[in-house]
Structure formats: structure tokens, C-alpha cells
């Protein structure tokens, strides 16, 4: 039996106000029985036994949640800390073996104690992972009290996955998967790897090697260790080996390796997922078995070529789709094998796993009706500067270590990924990588791939450490791709279109879907017919960890990419995979533009602001004529304010307003220019994070006239604070009234004026030639450096100093101001270390 509840947040704690983000929880019950198929991963044998730890877990009192106690496994979206205890007994069964806490999935980092005594961290959550108990701190017979503390805090720099990934998956905390206590014998198999190493027509050599533990030094080492692969539809071993020794030394853990030769098997493919059950086996000397320790396998060989993937020999075409585990797959193993079935249909060969490893009864489940898997780790958009970071680099070996270890033997994992984003060509990063592949090679010989975006890819940089790539072109128009260049590795396209259309009529939802539909189907043909395979991008749609700005109003966290809604309902898009991938006839659909609307805003209001303007320059002849100074005489103004001679307050403050808003509406057009930009979006989350403070400047850049009003406003207000922060720093030198250094700042402020012309025209130019959106950046560089031009010239003037010293107050007020926010968005967000990732993109 399971069970969903959710707990819905207040509308702030939906846009991500507020410091508990709570989306819903996951909850289910303890199953009654336990089996083999439950425990996918170091699951119960004749030698083993599970003790389930799924079900009631307590929660302290004043605990966030409110709650006394939930099911595990349990998790909530946010990061949060929580405190979990469980108490269990143990019957003298127990008495003499080993007992290993194993859980499946705890994000991110989860620290436990049994009876008060610490067992141990573990820091990589998306991983399962095994804790061995002292014998010392069990009580046999007795309570025993389990606690977990799960802290989901994600820091900016350090840890895996960090603080900004955007695009990707939303933040958890909780004990996500199944967890549960594992009793073996004294010596025991704590893991094993099998590797195909040569496949001859029916005839394979496997590789073992098998990591052992033993309780105490003075446990006495087992006889031997085998290995037998049996064919299950016959039950006939095909092979065994014969008993190799086991020396442990002076030391509680021990591996052994050794190779086997085996005839007549068939080969792993999706097409034939011929599976082997592999059985290791601890033997004493009079050859009765200790423990055992098994497995389903397939018997393949992977390797990359010039082009791409070479299966058994064969070049293999690659129909993959994109799909990320969230709920309602957590805690629901169950609804695993139907989803893969679904793919299997639809004519996939493929899946790649984003972003995480996913819970381990996957991996079986694609074994089974052979499908192929790419599975990576959470190493997502981390700039070069922090890769340098001994504490990400220790994750980053612990994730690929922990990953590879626990789905080795399974034949559906193609490749392992090496994380996304990611800029591969450079120095540190390319370290990195190199050294996380060397630490797979260690362990398996399949290929590793990376991910990376279009403009990275093809960039002349220094080889990338990796296999092949997985090139992210999604978005981009189809008729683009026929021009990508080639790349020293093989590449496989990831191509996928929104779904939603922001700002379009109710009507123009089916239209958006038709649109992405058709976009998909041509470039899907184009890439197929260029390469030897294509991902999809994605099965279903998923929510990220803040609202996106191409995803429209009310702010969205919806990336709705999915060829099959959250509902299961069959969007047209899927019908273009099947097309695509099980050559099916290619459903009816046409391309036609939805108008982008709201053109006509900027042209309108800035038309308007430059008729106020004009009229009151017509109308006020001493309006005119201190513009006049002011552009042709500069000095007589700044010589005015130094003698403390009056000007009119509605003047300055008219001055201030024209010249704020014309910078409103070029900054508006510019932001809705951008806002179907994920660049956009992501420096956006970056700088603002992914609560109220990106959702507000979503919603401005989807409402251009509340938009022009509101930076219309921030720089009236911002020329106020360069206006009191001028006069405190003047007080050093002499005293000047407030008045005068408001009359100062706003008449100066005249060098943005040339923004009501370009505003008028700037949202229609930048649409028309996108590349004049660098003209507008310019503009806005030009005038900002003008305005501080004629504040070293005015204040040189008015405090009668040396020009060099009036760039030091300058210098001086830009620290006084930047130092402090410069800081605190580093802190918060390495912004720094993001710089030099974003200006590559930007180029």
C-alpha cells in the first residue's frame, strides 16, 4: 500500500519566498514482505537476510514540518534540515554477523547514529550507499534506536550538485529511497564487479573482481571464492571457476580478481537482452558455502569509434530520450518498469538518466527489456575557477566511484556522464574530467561521455578528456543545424522545443504545440540522417529550481520539453518520436509564426516621453536654457552649484525624469528582447536567485509599460543615493547644501537623454537584427561612462581638486557602494567564478 500527501505553500513559499520551501511529501508504507526483487542492490541471498526500515520514522518535537513522524522513504522539495529517528529490535539471529545500514538514496548529506554512537556522513545523496555497524553499538535482544540528521543545504562553490544549476532539477531533503539493515555473515562480499573483456562469437572472457569484508582481524579468512554464470531459462551453469584464495592480511577488507572463460552465450543487445545470472560465492575449506552474492548480467562489448557507438561489433544507432526521476517515481520502484515499457514501445533504444544516478531498480528493470542507459553524475554547470575546489573534486570521485560500483554488472548502462554545462576545453575542468575518467577506467572499461551546449562544443579548444559528447541544440531552429560544424569526438545531438508559448492567446496553445511538433520532426530527420544516433529532449516534463524566464507569467517552473504530459496524456510531439524513432507515418502538422505582440508599447511610450519633453523644452525658456549650459557650457552649471546658486527643483526633478525614463524604456526593451533568452535566465538566477527576486523581474519583463514605470523609478531613486552619497564625501572637502548635490547628480544625468530616441525604435530593431542588442549594451556603456565623465569634470570643479583626485572620490564612492554588494553576491552566489563562463556563452 502507498500513499501521497502534500502540504501546499502560502503563494510566497510558491515563488520562492520565505526560508521553507515545502511542495509536497512523499510517503510509503513499510512493505510486509521481504524479497530479492524489492532490494535491487546488495538485496537478501541464502546467506543473507534484510531487516526493511521503509515505514514510520519519528520526527523531534518543534520539528518545521509540524508532524510527528512520516514514512521513508519521504523527502521535501526545499533545503531544509531534518532530524528522523526509527526504532527497531533484533532477535539473536543477528548475533555474530555483520549488520550494514544500506540506503538507496539520502539527499544530500546524511550523518547517522545507532544507540547515540555515530556510525558515519555520507555526502554524495543521489548515490546508494552502505554504512557497516560495530557489533559494539547493537543490542541484541533490545530497542535499538536509529537517528538521522539530513542536511539539504547546496553551497554556491562546493558540493555537489551546487547552489545555481539552472534548467535543471529542484532542490530536496529527505531519505528519497529505501532504506534498510543488511545482516552477513562474518566474512562477507561487500561488492562485485563484472566486466566483459573479449566477446569471440559465443565464447566470452569475464573479469571478477570481488572487494571482501570481515568483522574482526581475527575472523578467519574463507577457504576461497568462485564465481558460476548460470543460464536462468535452463538453470545450466555455463561456466565456474574454481576457488581462488582469499588473503586479507592485516587488514578488515580485501579484493580478489580473477577471469573466467564462457561458451555458449548470447549476446546483450535491446533488440535480444539475453541476460546471465552471475553467483560469487565464499567457500570454506571443505567447499560449503559462507556467502553468496548475485547478480543478472548481459554479455556485450562497448566501444566508440570515429562516429560513434560500435555494439558487438556493429555500428549501434542511438534513439535515446531524455528523462529525469522525480515524483512520482521516488519511493515508487513499481511504476519504473511500466514507464520503460512505454519507451520500449515508442521506439527508444535509449535513456538518458539526467543528472543523477536513479534508483537502482531501474537499471534491472532496463536489463530486462533492453534498453540502453546513460547515466550520470550531478557535476552541472560548475565554471572552471571552482573545480579547482578539494572538496568538489573529493565529491565528484566519491559520486562516479559510488555509481559505477553499484550498476556495473548491469549490461544496460552504455556510458557513464561525466556532468553538464560544463567547459571542458579548459584547464582545470579538463583535469578534472580526466581524473574522474581515470578512476572509472579503474573499475570499468565502458565509455564516458559529457554534456555540453552548441557553442562549447564547436569551439576551438584543447580536446575534451571524454569518450564522446552530448551536445545540447535544443531550441534552436532546425534550418541552423544544417551549418554546425564537425568535432574531434563523436557527437550526439540533444534537440527539444518548448511546449508553451508565453504571452499567446488561449487558442494558441494547440498552435505552439503544433509549431514545436513540426520543428522537432525536421530537425530530428536532419540529425538522424547526419549522425549515427539522437536524444530527445524529454520523455515528460519536469520542475526546475526557480522560476524560468522564457516560461512566461504567472512565473513558471514548468520546463515543459515532455513528449508526454505530467497526466500521461500524448502530446503530438510524441507521435513525431515514434515517427522518428519505430517508423511510424509522421503525423499532419505545418509551422506558422505566433506573433510575438506588445511591439508596439516601447514605440508608443517613448513617442509620448519625447513629446513631453519637447513640450515643456518649447514651453520653459529657463528649462531650455539650463539644458543648453548644461550640454553646451557644463562648467557654468557646476559653477552655480559651487556658488550655491539656485536652480528651479521642478527643472532638476523634471531633468532627472526624463532622463530615468528614457533609460527605463531602452532597459525594458532590452529585457523583453530577452526574455526568452535562457542565458538570460540564468544570469538573472544567478544574480537574483531563485526566489521573489526572479519572479518579480519575470513578471516585469512579460508587463513592459509596470516595467518602464518601475526602472523609471529606480533611477530616480538611484540618482538620489549618488546624489547623498556625493554630499557626504564633498563634506570631507567642504560643506555643500543637500540641494546642490541633487541639482548636481540630476543635471548631469542629461547624458542619458539619447535614450528616449533609441527607445523609440529599439525593441523593433533588435527583433528585426538581434545583433544590434550588443548596440544597446553599448549605448547604455556610452552613456553611463559620459555621466561619469561629467561627474569627475563637475566635482573637480565644484570642490576646487585636481582631476586625479576627483576619479578617487569617484573610485571611493564605487566602493563605498559596490564593495559591500560585490561581496555579498559572491558569498551567496560565486558570481565571480561564474564571470569567465558566462562571457564565453555571451561571445
Known amino acids: 500500500m502507498t500513499g501521497v500527501r502534500s502540504l501546499k505553500p502560502s503563494g510566497a513559499e510558491r515563488i520562492g519566498f520565505g526560508w521553507l520551501l515545502i511542495a509536497c511529501l512523499i510517503l510509503v508504507s513499510a512493505a510486509a514482505l521481504v524479497n530479492a526483487a524489492d532490494f535491487p542492490w546488495l538485496g537478501p541471498t541464502a546467506s543473507r537476510q534484510v531487516m526493511s526500515l521503509v515505514g514510520r520514522w519519528e520526527l523531534p518535537e518543534g520539528n518545521p514540518l509540524g508532524l510527528e ?22 532477535d539473536s539471529t543477528a548475533q555474530g554477523r555483520q549488520l550494514w545500514l544500506v540506503c538507496y538514496g539520502a539527499h544530500r548529506e546524511a550523518r547517522f547514529w545507532l544507540n547515540g554512537r555515530f556510525l558515519g556522513t555520507h555526502s554524495a545523496g543521489y548515490t546508494s550507499f552502505v554504512l557497516p555497524i560495530d557489533p559494539a553499538f547493537v543490542r541484541i535482544g533490545g530497542e535499538n534506536r536509529l537517528r538521522a540528521e539530513i542536511d539539504g543545504t547546496l553551497h554556491p562553490s562546493s558540493g555537489l550538485p551546487l547552489l545555481h544549476r539552472p534548467g535543471g532539477w529542484p532542490e530536496i531533503t529527505g531519505i528519497f529511497r529505501e532504506i534498510y539493515l543488511l545482516l552477513v555473515p562474518p566474512v562477507a562480499l561487500e561488492n562485485a564487479t563484472v566486466r566483459t573483456q573479449e566477446l569471440v562469437g559465443d565464447r566470452a572472457e569475464l573479469a571478477f573482481t570481488a572487494e571482501l569484508a570481515r568483522s574482526r582481524l581475527d575472523t578467519e579468512a574463507p577457504g576461497g571464492i568462485l564465481a558460476e554464470v548460470v543460464d536462468p531459462s535452463s538453470g545450466m551453469v555455463l561456466a565456474m571457476s574454481p576457488p581462488m584464495p582469499v588473503e586479507f592480511g592485516n587488514s578488515l577488507r580485501c579484493s580478489v580478481s580473477w577471469k573466467l572463460s564462457v561458451r555458449g552465450i548470447r549476446p546483450w543487445s535491446p533488440s535480444a537482452p539475453a541476460l546471465y545470472r552471475v553467483r560469487i560465492s565464499l567457500v570454506d575449506a571443505a567447499g560449503a558455502v559462507a556467502d553468496v552474492w548475485e547478480t543478472r548480467t548481459g554479455i556485450r562489448t562497448v566501444s566508440v569509434d570515429a562516429e560513434g557507438i560500435v555494439l558487438n561489433s556493429e555500428p549501434f544507432r542511438l534513439q535515446a530520450v531524455e528523462w529525469l526521476e522525480a515524483p512520482p517515481y521516488w519511493g515508487y520502484p513499481d511504476r519504473i518498469a511500466s514507464l520503460l515499457n512505454e519507451m520500449k514501445a515508442a521506439g527508444c533504444n535509449a535513456i538518458r538518466l539526467v543528472g543523477y544516478p536513479p534508483h537502482p531498480a531501474l537499471a534491472a528493470v532496463a536489463d530486462s527489456i533492453g534498453l540502453f542507459l546513460l547515466e550520470e553524475i550531478p557535476l552541472w554547470k560548475v565554471p572552471d575557477p571552482i573545480m579547482s575546489d578539494p572538496r568538489m573534486q573529493e565529491t565528484a570521485t566519491n559520486y562516479v566511484a559510488e555509481m559505477v560500483k553499484r550498476d556495473q554488472a548491469h549490461p544496460a548502462v552504455l556510458a557513464w556522464g561525466l556532468g553538464g554545462g560544463l567547459e571542458g576545453g579548459k584547464r582545470q575542468t579538463a583535469s578534472v574530467l580526466k581524473m574522474l575518467r581515470e578512476a572509472i577506467r579503474s573499475i570499468d572499461d565502458r565509455p564516458c561521455y559529457s554534456v555540453t551546449d552548441w557553442a562549447t562544443a564547436f569551439r576551438k579548444t584543447a580536446p575534451w578528456p571524454v569518450d564522446f559528447l552530448l551536445v545540447d541544440v535544443s531550441g534552436l531552429e532546425p534550418q541552423r543545424l544544417q551549418g554546425l560544424p564537425k568535432t574531434a569526438l563523436p557527437v550526439f545531438p540533444i534537440v527539444g522545443y518548448l511546449a508553451n508559448f508565453p504571452g499567446a492567446a488561449p487558442a494558441g496553445a494547440d498552435r505552439a504545440e503544433e509549431n514545436r511538433a513540426y520543428q522537432l520532426w525536421v530537425a530530428g530527420s536532419q540529425l538522424l540522417q547526419r549522425g549515427r544516433g539522437l536524444i530527445i529532449r524529454s520523455w515528460t516534463d519536469w520542475q526546475t529550481p526557480g522560476p524560468g524566464l522564457p516560461l512566461g507569467i504567472p512565473p513558471s517552473k514548468e520546463m515543459r520539453y515532455g513528449v508526454v504530459s505530467p497526466t500521461g496524456e500524448k502530446r503530438l510531439s510524441f507521435f513525431v518520436l515514434r515517427s522518428l524513432f519505430a517508423g511510424d507515418e509522421r503525423p499532419r502538422m505545418r509551422f506558422e509564426a505566433v506573433a510575438r505582440g506588445q511591439e508596439n508599447t516601447f514605440v508608443l511610450l517613448a513617442l509620448l516621453l519625447v ?16 539644458l543648453r549650459r548644461v550640454f553646451l557650457y557644463p562648467s557654468s552649471i557646476y559653477e552655480d552649484v559651487r556658488a550655491r546658486r539656485k536652480i528651479s527643483g521642478y527643472h532638476t526633478f523634471l531633468q532627472g525624469f526624463f532622463a530615468s525614463a528614457g533609460m527605463a524604456v531602452v ?23 531563485n526566489g521573489l527576486g526572479k519572479a518579480v523581474f519575470i513578471w516585469l519583463a512579460w508587463h513592459p509599460l509596470q516595467a518602464i514605470a518601475f526602472f523609471t523609478l529606480v533611477g530616480l531613486f538611484s540618482l538620489s543615493l549618488f546624489s547623498i552619497c556625493f554630499w557626504l564625501l564633498a563634506l570631507v572637502r567642504a560643506y555643500l547644501p543637500v540641494g546642490q548635490a541633487f541639482t548636481f547628480v540630476f543635471w548631469i544625468s542629461t547624458a542619458f537623454l539619447p535614450a528616449l530616441i533609441w527607445g523609440a525604435v529599439a525593441y523593433r530593431a533588435m527583433l528585426a537584427s538581434p545583433s544590434l542588442a550588443w548596440f544597446t549594451v553599448l549605448l547604455k556603456v556610452a552613456m553611463g561612462s559620459w555621466f561619469l565623465l561629467r561627474f569627475v569634470r563637475g566635482t573637480s570643479v565644484i570642490l576646487r581638486i585636481p582631476w586625479w583626485a576627483s576619479v578617487g572620490l569617484l573610485c571611493a564612492l564605487a566602493l563605498l557602494v559596490g564593495l559591500p554588494l560585490a561581496t555579498l553576491l559572491q558569498r551567496q552566489s560565486a558570481v565571480f567564478d561564474y564571470c569567465a563562463y558566462y562571457f564565453h556563452l555571451l561571445r
Open 611 to 626: 513629446g513631453l519633453f519637447l513640450w515643456h523644452f518649447r514651453r520653459d525658456r529657463r528649462f531650455r536654457g539650463n
Open 667 to 689: 532597459v525594458s526593451s532590452f529585457l523583453a528582447f530577452s526574455r526568452r533568452s535562457w542565458l538570460a535566465d540564468e544570469v538573472s538566477g544567478l544574480l537574483l536567485g
Open 69 to 90: 513522524a512520516v514514512s521513508v522513504p519521504f523527502a521535501i522539495f526545499g533545503q531544509q534540515h531534518l532530524r528522523l529517528e526509527k526504532t527497531f529490535s533484533l
